[in-house]
């Protein structure tokens, strides 16, 4: 620092300067000038580096004409992409980039098995399982006796759930009859399922093995003729959403496969290559998010179950709870037992979420995006068929709702005319009876999570049950407060 002049002029810098040449032996410090413009040395070179300048200069050169900025931008155009890609790695993926991984996603089906009791549900379904691998005979055993011991009066929030719905039927003699007579589950279930949303139906005709059928071909002939027109009264269309096979579920004939020997005059396909063979169901996988909740427990945090009804949603996403408003996060999700980062519509899915207790959740709740949420409202008008009911309904009736996988008590506030379903003739009217199809405002206690039936099928679509009984279906036709 000897030679350090605090008192020397501040640095000036000097367009003109020679260019350094690499090998020429820098002066000393003490040897040069105290000004730039007293340097005739300098001046000499800049005068000879102008007049012949070496090759290795010619770039520099160039970038003091102005040309800088150019080579500047044409880098950081190369940059640029690489740049952006690092941040797309790192920033949690956006809803506009998921089509992408929706394409590469294996399509989810829900089967719910439904009918009389002891026509042979738990027993398929566990032939099933064993057909196809999953259980052994010994839990297959346990599996059926705790089939029979546990209440199942909650079938409903999962037939909810479900695509497709197998309505086994018993083809013994007395027991059809019994199931399917006023009363039995055989027609309370097949319309429960239509109004659930289920798209297709499969009517297994099962114990086809049995003493008193013998694999009669007019037997079978006889409980489809019988099912028919209840099943199109329900709202299915026989040629297209219902498929009818004979089977054992005792013996599996028929569940994987064919025993043509049994049945040659059946030469359709089994049900588990039915099921393989179904076509695409439609989905609404580029829609609005709506996954309504349909149980929830505390494990390591608050974990909700349901499925995916529209859109999709992945981890990290921050949703909104209706009808009580209470922003989460998504912390993790669960498909078919499996962690994953994405899931979409039909898919069953447990959802791990935050900033919230368990105790502000209840089944019926619906999980959307802050962007687009389900409407909520307790006074709506709804389209009503009296399926089933003795005496007359009149305002002020009241009856348990299932919509979707809500459950709430709901009140007939008016009658406001009957619909002729022929003719589309409306009337007004102080009461309706079985059979009929009236227009009605109903409410319920609390606000719901509730659709119209034109904007969303899924969410508009209910049943009303009384004294453990369906008595009427209905869609939501406007959601009013």
Partial sequence: FTNLNIGAKPFVPNINAAVFVPGKKAEPAENFPESQEQAPDTNSVVEMTIENPPVLCEHVATEMKGEVPEVVDEVMAEEEPQAKMEEEQVVPVPQASLPEELSSKEEHINVVFIGHVDAGKS???????????????RTLEKYEREAKE??????????????????????????????????????????????????HLIVLINKMDDSTVKWSEERYKECKEKLIPFLKKVGFNPKKDIHFMPCSGLTGANLK????????????????????????????????????????????????????????????????????????????????????ELAIAGENVKVRVDSIEEEEISKGFVLCTPDNLCSTGQLFDAQIAIIEYKSIICAGYSAILHIHTCIEEVVIKQLICLLDRKTGEKKKTRFVKQDQTVIARLQ??????????????????????????TIAIGKVLKVLE
């Fill in 257 to 340: 496969k064919s025993d043509y020997d049994n049945h040659p005059w059946y030469t359709g396909l089994p049900l588990i290559p039915y099921l393989d063979n179904l076509p695409t169901l439609t989905r609404s996988g580029d829609g609005p998010l709506r996954l309504p909740i349909v149980d929830k427990y505390k494990d390591m945090g608050v974990i909700v179950l349901g499925k995916v009804e529209s859109g999709s949603v992945y981890k990290g996403q921050m949703l909104v709870m209706q009808p009580n408003r209470r922003k989460v996060k998504v912390l993790g999700i669960q498909s078919d037992e499996v962690e994953t």
């Fill in 444 to 469: 319920t206690q609390g606000p719901v999570c509730i659709e119209s039936f034109k904007t969303f099928p899924q969410m508009g679509r209910f049943t009303l049950r009384d004294e453990g009984r």
């Fill in 150 to 199: 546990k209440n199942r009066e909650t079938w409903y929030l999962w037939c909810s759930q479900a695509d497709v719905a197998v309505l086994v039927i018993s083809a013994r003699r007395g027991e059809f009859e019994t199931g399917f007579e006023r009363g039995g589950q055989t027609r309370e279930h097949a319309m429960l399922a239509k109004t659930a949303g289920v798209q």
């Fill in 123 to 137: 027993t398929i379904g566990g032939q099933i399982m064993y057909l196809t691998g999953m259980v052994d005979k």
